[in-house]
């Protein structure tokens, strides 16, 4: 179970689809508890895929990402940001990303400053979007997870994207994301107009 280095400190996506970000938080469900697992993308604030299950296990994780792979836009070089839980360190899931093409970064400990966006957009989702409440049963918990994740996507502006929902943002890439701490952020084009070294396997 390999842990990867953070590739993304520091750095501002400037355009869709350069970083990803993971991450799993839980849903109510009476006498139960359930699972939302997230690949947001940090441009445009987007999900791309996600997942609710009864488990954590990595093949729930890895249902995801893959639902974030079909739904993916554009062949720029992508870097998948997470915690170092067992579900992204897994065999299964690290070979996903890597067949793909898609660097792995993580964070150094369990910070959530390290994820930051991931962590505001589950914020958002429980706090707006009613996924805080208690749900009947695991069906019931999908089925609302599935309309707002929908209404979040195509309704939802954001300050940081210029008042663009994330449907809208995820479809350009002219406008620059808002940073609301420039001194410690750089956009992922730099200052020598060059991504990141990424890795070849």
């Keep these: 179970m390999h842990k990867y280095p953070n590739r993304i400190k520091g750095w501002l996506p400037a355009n869709p689809e350069q970083i990803w970000v993971a991450d799993i938080t839980w849903l109510n469900i009476k006498k139960d508890y359930g699972y939302l697992h997230l690949i947001t993308d940090a441009y445009s604030k987007k999900i791309m895929g996600y997942e609710v299950s009864d488990?954590?296990?990595?093949?729930?994780?890895?249902?995801?990402?893959?639902?974030?792979l079909r739904n993916r836009k554009y062949t720029t070089p992508l870097i998948h940001h997470s915690d170092r839980g067992l579900q992204y360190c897994s065999a299964g899931y690290t070979k996903l990303l890597t067949d793909n093409k898609i660097a792995i970064s993580m964070t150094p400990d369990g910070s959530p400053y390290d994820n930051a966006i991931a962590e505001r957009v589950n914020g958002i989702l429980k706090d707006e979007f009613g996924l805080d409440d208690t749900f009947e049963n695991m069906e019931q918990a999908r089925r609302e997870t599935k309309q707002s994740i929908d209404l979040y996507n195509k309704l939802r502006p954001h300050l940081s994207n210029n008042m663009l929902t994330p449907d809208e943002m995820h479809k350009q890439n002219k406008l620059k994301p808002r940073a609301w701490h420039k001194k410690t952020t750089r956009t992922l084009e730099g200052s020598c107009g060059f991504l990141p070294s990424l890795p070849h396997s």
Excluded at 62 to 68: D, E, P
């Design 55 to 68: 488990n954590l296990a990595a093949s729930s994780t890895i249902k995801a990402l893959g639902m974030a």
